[in-house]
């Protein structure tokens, strides 16, 4: 693991900069470099430690958003996932042990954007029964967490 793949984690899960220069102000605030902080970032995705790195927002205050299950025969989830990770609207997928089992969020710029998105699913998966279910309320749940914390010796952090 890269040595300031802690300090990042830790320290951005949340507060990434909100500026023109995100990898830099977190360069000056880690003592370091902003290649050293891009190269920090390319290596953890590279690792699979990290899927991406960016702030989170309310899509539906900044453009359109739908969550998408899909039914991928299990030969080819690996995949299919790989396809999906690789797709601009798609900020993340995970597995579910379910007849509907690869779940991802789709994200676009308006709803017209968003249709095409899931359109590009159906398209690239015509075999694989597919739900798009838009969010009818919203819940806030945090999943950041320190990169040290250990369940066995800490209380779970909030």
Same mark, same amino acid.
């Given at each position: 693991?890269?040595? %300031?793949?802690?300090?990042? +984690?830790? #320290? ?10 995100? $990898? /830099?102000?977190?360069?000056? =605030? ?5 290649? !050293? &902080? @891009? #190269?920090?970032?390319?290596? @953890?995705?590279?690792? *699979?430690?990290?899927?991406?790195? *960016?702030? &989170? ?5 900044? *453009? /359109?958003?739908?969550?998408?299950? %899909? ?8 995949? /299919? ?5 690789? #797709?601009? *609207? +798609? ?5 579910? !042990?379910?007849?509907?089992? %690869? $779940?991802?969020?789709?994200? /676009? ?11 590009? +699913?159906?398209?690239?998966?015509? =075999?694989?029964?597919? %739900? ?8 806030? +749940? ?13 209380? #779970?952090?909030?």
């Amino acid at each position: 693991m890269h040595r %300031l793949a802690r300090p990042l +984690i830790d #320290q951005y899960q949340r507060d990434m900069p909100l500026s023109l220069t995100p $990898w /830099a102000d977190m360069a000056h =605030e880690l003592g370091v470099t902003e290649t !050293e &902080v @891009m #190269q920090a970032l390319d290596s @953890m995705l590279d690792e *699979g430690l990290i899927t991406r790195a *960016g702030p &989170v927002f309310n899509h539906h205050k900044a *453009g /359109a958003s739908t969550l998408v299950a %899909l039914a991928i025969a299990p030969s080819r989830v690996a995949e /299919a996932v790989t396809w999906l990770n690789a #797709q601009p *609207g +798609i900020n993340h997928n995970y597995e579910r !042990e379910h007849f509907f089992n %690869l $779940w991802c969020v789709a994200t /676009a710029s308006d709803a017209e954007s968003l249709t095409r998105v899931t359109d590009q +699913i159906r398209a690239r998966f015509p =075999e694989a029964p597919m %739900l798009d279910l838009p969010m009818d309320a919203q819940y806030h +749940i945090d999943l950041a967490f320190p990169i040290d914390w250990d369940p066995q010796t800490e209380a #779970q952090p909030c």
